[in-house]
């Protein structure tokens, strides 16, 4: 089993939150795991990305190869494009459509949906939207998991998991409201593919 | 079941603290941050009471580290590549003086300059200084080097660089713990003059550095973490140093690759294994993060030995870091090269954060000196630097920490009046002191604006070694306190900033203005824990 995964967004959104529980329900399945985040200068609200590479073989590299992730993984959708080289013939872009504005030539968001919807295989949500249902669009990047996770070769169990163990210390509510926003992704992006 | 997913930094600050340290010196400084953060919020590391405060600068980290080994203890200094040029002077002098307890030096580079203003390759600093490096190809490595690089430092009497790059830092892994070995007890040196760098006595001691160089050779050679990989295909014989080495791998998954390999982690170079893969290979490829350093070794003046290929003959780039596919190019590999990446994409720079206090001195300070020709504000290394973009471009400069305020003084020494120098506080306190004084001493006409934000903040908020310190210490440079000014960056106070400035800026002789107003991101994060 071999999942190469892209996690794409702006510095300050989060991605290492989806990381963490993906590495979390890793641990438990006994999958190797290799994982390079950004730090420093882009956190700044410049364009970061995570390589998760996740395998039950031993993995060598800490970056992904170009053209070879199994799953671009984008909370912005001007960002799930930037990393477009690394997509396989085969792989799925899984993004949330709500644009993060922080430059000001940021692109016509109408641009940015043509060239995702181009993609053999995408998955489009409104993670936010759907987040405020379950109760806070905090929850949005759990959505963003759910979304992507029949794309990735890990027991569903597990990443629930992964996310009791991460936001235990939390208490009880926040768990189960990222569980809901979790299933909830899960359920769009079933219903979508 | 691997029971640590470790970043690189952390699985460093762990090794240290189970390799028996009793203290980390440091300055921030990415990709070198998160080791002293690691130690800081351990346990164990609490119990034990292992010194862990960040220090004003990278030399004096050193030199603090370096007692600390003088005492009989193990210590460790952490900096990113350009600090070690802050703490060359001690480096170089502590490979004459060796060590008592271990030392280890650990030095993390930035290559493609993701986060620094140079891709500097410190393993030069290591040849230059003739002490052992260690390159880690994997987390776990870098645990077991530091946890074990003490030992080596005791054996070899000499400090050993630990050096690392971006992606090994900042990249996790599974990571399996060694044995929490106790701390060393607090013994003085055998000799009393060991650290005595008197000539006489330095001369001898250079000879003893020199006449070391054969045991770690033989350390080299000997070392687990280098090898001979045999390989069937003799057309070509690859060296990988450091991660490089999993780029090499990634392509022949678990040995399967048919070149022969020496697996560099450990220098200098274990040369035994680098001879026999010159007499066995037709071609010679070096893949190395940073510069091409044994690249230029092997290859020597003439070039007239086995072909080298790596950067500099163009088989790899000659500058920016390495990764899995350039590798594969230089393999002769194709891969599937992914899908384009539509025009639509911008570029997304990195900003000042929405609120920052520096937004407001910025904005200010080019109103006031919109009465004067261009070019004129020198500035430092902080995210106060990200004033050189849209829509601030306030800024003409960016070089090295401390030197806004010394090239403001030789900018107005050669005419340019005013100058200004814009330094935020923490790295005022790292190497703006002295810069100061020097302006003081010849009543250099330049404002000096010292935005203090109260934090060491582009590295993620660590303590400023000059909090509520800022006018005490310009009042005893001898600045005059009447052009001693405090203000709070806000857009109410915009007006208020402006006309300090302007009167400053005309003023013939050393003034400081203080923008102070804690980082926003700090003061989130304070209110975030409360």
Wanted: hydrophobic share 40%; charged share 20%; with cysteine.
């Amino acid at each position: 089993m071999k999942s190469d995964i892209i996690l794409a967004g702006v510095g300050g959104q989060g991605i290492l939150s989806i990381a963490t529980v993906l590495g979390e329900a890793a641990l438990a399945d006994n999958l190797l795991i290799k994982q390079a985040e950004t730090h420093g200068m882009s956190q700044r609200g410049g364009a970061v990305y995570s390589h998760m590479r996740i395998s039950d073989q031993p993995i060598a590299s800490d970056l992904i190869p170009g053209g070879s992730a199994d799953l671009i993984l984008a909370v912005e959708p001007m960002e799930s494009l930037r990393y477009l080289s690394y997509l396989s013939e085969t792989g799925y872009l899984v993004t949330n459509v709500t644009p993060f504005v922080n430059i000001p030539n940021y692109p016509d968001i109408k641009s940015v949906m043509d060239e995702i919807h181009k993609l053999p295989r995408h998955i489009a949500i409104d993670a936010e939207a759907i987040a405020k249902e379950v109760g806070s669009s905090r929850a949005s990047n759990m959505v963003m998991l759910g979304a992507a996770s029949p794309f990735i070769d890990i027991e569903f169990s597990r990443i629930e998991e992964g996310i009791r163990t991460i936001f235990a210390r939390k208490g009880e509510e926040v768990v189960q409201l990222n569980l809901e926003a979790l299933r909830r992704g899960r359920a769009f992006a079933e219903e979508n593919r | 079941m691997q029971k640590h997913l470790f970043l690189g930094v952390e699985a460093i600050g762990q090794g240290a603290i189970d390799g028996g340290m009793s203290g980390v010196y440091a300055y921030p400084g990415t990709p070198s941050t998160e080791i002293t953060e690691f130690i800081q919020e351990n346990p164990l590391a609490k119990e034990r009471n292992i010194h862990h405060a960040w220090s004003s600068n990278e030399k004096t980290a050193m030199e603090t580290a370096l007692g600390m080994s003088y005492a009989g203890k193990r210590a460790m200094a952490c900096m990113k590549h350009v600090g070690l040029n802050v703490a060359a002077d001690v480096f170089l002098n502590a490979a004459m003086t060796g060590i008592n307890g271990g030392l280890l030096v650990a030095v993390a580079d930035d290559p493609s300059m993701h986060s620094s203003q140079n891709e500097q390759d410190s393993r030069f600093y290591g040849k230059f200084a003739m002490v052992p490096v260690l390159e880690p190809s994997s987390q776990q490595e870098a645990y077991d080097m530091v946890h074990d690089g003490f030992a080596l430092s005791e054996l070899t009497k000499v400090p050993v660089m630990l050096r690392i790059t971006t992606r090994l830092a900042h990249s996790r892994s599974g990571v399996d713990r060694g044995e929490v070995l106790p701390e060393n007890p607090l013994v003085m040196p055998s000799d009393p003059r060991q650290f005595i760098l008197l000539p006489a006595i330095a001369r001898r001691k250079y000879k003893v550095l020199l006449s070391n160089q054969a045991l770690f050779l033989k350390l080299s050679e000997e070392s687990i973490y280098n090898r001979y990989e045999e390989g069937t295909d003799k057309s070509l014989g690859i060296v990988a140093c450091g991660i490089a080495y999993n780029y090499l791998m990634e392509h022949f998954p678990v040995g399967s690759c048919p070149y022969p390999v020496v697996k560099v982690s450990q220098y200098p170079i274990p040369e035994k294994y680098i001879k026999r893969l010159d007499r066995e290979c037709d071609e010679l490829l070096i893949l190395e993060e940073g510069a091409p350093m044994v690249e230029e070794m092997l290859k020597g003046f003439f070039a007239n030995g086995t072909p080298v290929k790596g950067r500099l003959d163009g088989t790899l780039p000659r500058d920016g870091e390495l990764n899995p596919d350039l590798v594969a190019k230089a393999l002769g590999k194709e891969l599937f090269a992914g899908f384009d990446i539509p025009e639509v994409v911008t570029n997304r720079p990195p900003a000042l954060c929405q609120g920052c206090g520096h937004q407001d001195a910025y904005l200010a300070m080019n109103e006031a000196l919109a009465d004067y020709s261009k070019g004129r504000v020198f500035s430092d290394i902080g995210c106060y630097t990200l004033g050189a973009l849209p829509p601030y471009e306030t800024i003409y400069s960016c070089v090295d920490m401390g030197a806004s305020i010394t090239m403001a003084k030789g900018a107005a020494d050669a005419g340019l009046i005013p100058s200004v120098a814009m330094i935020g506080d923490s790295t005022f306190a790292h190497s703006g002191i002295t810069g100061l004084l020097d302006a003081v001493n010849e009543k250099s006409s330049i404002t000096v604006v010292i935005s203090d934000n109260e934090s060491v903040s582009m590295t993620g908020g660590q303590d400023s070694s000059a909090f509520g310190k800022i006018e005490s210490i310009c009042i005893g440079l001898g600045v005059d306190p009447a052009h001693i000014h405090a203000i709070v960056p806000l857009r109410k106070n915009h007006d208020e900033m402006v006309r300090l400035f302007r009167q400053e800026f005309a003023y013939e002789g050393v003034s400081v203005i203080i923008p102070r107003r804690e980082c926003i991101q700090r003061a989130a994060r304070r209110k975030r824990n409360k």
